[in-house]
């Protein structure tokens, strides 16, 4: 099973297969070079994220524009109803027969394209999210815990199955984006802000995210040290560190030492590091209760293709060119929302 790890590029880099020791980091690295990026990047929730579980927990929370993590094909064990384990190999690959030989050829990269793929109706992104974030007069939220239509075997599954595969879209990386930052006092001008976009022509935003004062808080007095490596390493240098910590703290441990103590010193000397927010940001964040952040894009968009069709982005930026100034006209217009509302934004 240690064997299991890396990715395999399919269809040009406009999809994959993912293996269980396959991290976010690694498909970053392995697609920027191709103009591509992987479903969720890092810096979401944590360092370190492997595909799979993305998959298996429907990961993706604040993307609105592809939605939760979602796949129809993988490759993954389960228990039938006579008690035995089975292997299903939902990939669209032809890995062989047994077992042991369709691990080992998942493993090589040795496998091709299964004869019935071109009539498979299976798919590898979630296609019905951009039309239900839509639906404002809907008696559910879009996405919730358990959503029945992001269960599908190994998508969502939470550990009740043993996933060995995943096959994914990649998605042309976004080379113009911006962010506009939004707070109040009034939680229905937001909400009165989320429906008037959503009814609008304007194409769905690539990411937003509601925040609470106290989380503006906390990061200016406890995150500095974390805000800063996020902003200056990489990934792997992150990671790198995290380990070393733990090293330390296992060490601190053993000789009967508060192992706690980097975090301790790290948030003592936070206190000289550079704030965690830009000036630009910093007044406006901690003067109001509650944050909108919406990051727009130009170029690809889920609305229109939500990656079904494997080679309908490789032009993404020569598409949806305006959408940026298409969101500054809108937030541009008088409105009652946008009155109780202080807005800041920058371009990434």
Same mark, same amino acid.
Request: hydrophobic share 35%; glycine share 4%; no cysteine.
């Given at each position: 099973m240690q064997l299991l790890a890396g990715v395999h590029l399919l269809n040009e880099a406009a999809e994959l297969v993912a293996l269980p020791a396959a991290t976010? +980091? +690694? #498909?970053e690295s392995t697609l920027a070079p191709l103009g591509r990026e992987p479903h969720s990047v890092l810096g979401s929730s944590c360092v370190g994220a492997s595909v799979i579980g993305g998959i298996c927990n429907s990961s993706g929370g604040m993307l609105v524009q592809r939605g939760p993590a979602y796949t129809e094909m993988a490759l993954f064990a389960r228990r039938n109803t006579s008690g035995a384990f089975e292997l299903i190999n939902h990939l669209g690959l032809d890995l062989g027969t047994q077992p042991e030989e369709m691990l080992e050829n998942l493993q090589a990269g040795t496998f091709s394209e299964a004869l019935d793929s071109k009539s498979n109706s299976k798919v590898c992104t979630n296609h019905h999210y951009q039309h239900k974030v839509r639906d404002c007069e809907a008696e559910t939220p879009a996405r919730f815990n358990n959503d029945p239509n992001g269960l599908y075997e190994a998508s969502g599954s939470a550990g009740k199955v043993i996933v060995f595969a995943v096959r994914v879209a990649t998605f042309a990386k976004l080379k113009h984006e911006q962010t506009f930052y939004f707070s109040?006092? *009034?939680t229905d001008t937001l909400s009165t802000l989320r429906k008037q976009w959503l009814k609008s022509?304007? !194409? #769905?935003p690539v990411l937003a995210e509601y925040m609470h004062k106290d989380y503006n808080d906390i990061t200016m007095h406890y995150g500095r040290d974390t805000c800063l490596s996020m902003r200056k390493l990489s990934a792997s240098k992150i990671g790198a560190l995290y380990r070393l910590q733990? !090293?330390?703290? %296992? %060490? #601190? *441990? !053993?000789w009967h030492l508060p192992k706690t103590l980097p975090d301790r010193i790290l948030q003592m000397t936070s206190r000289f590091m550079p704030p965690s927010l830009p000036a630009t940001l910093t007044a406006q964040a901690l003067s109001y209760k509650y944050h909108l952040i919406i990051k727009v894009a130009d170029g690809f968009d889920n609305d229109s293709d939500n990656g079904t069709n494997k080679n309908s982005d490789k032009d993404s930026n020569k598409n949806d060119g305006n959408n940026i100034a298409a969101a500054q006209n809108f937030f541009a217009k008088p409105s009652k929302a946008l009155s109780r509302c202080a807005a800041c934004m920058y371009t990434a």
């Open positions: 976010l +980091q +690694q #498909l109040t006092n *009034d022509e304007l !194409k #769905l733990a !090293k330390i703290g %296992y %060490y #601190l *441990d !053993k």
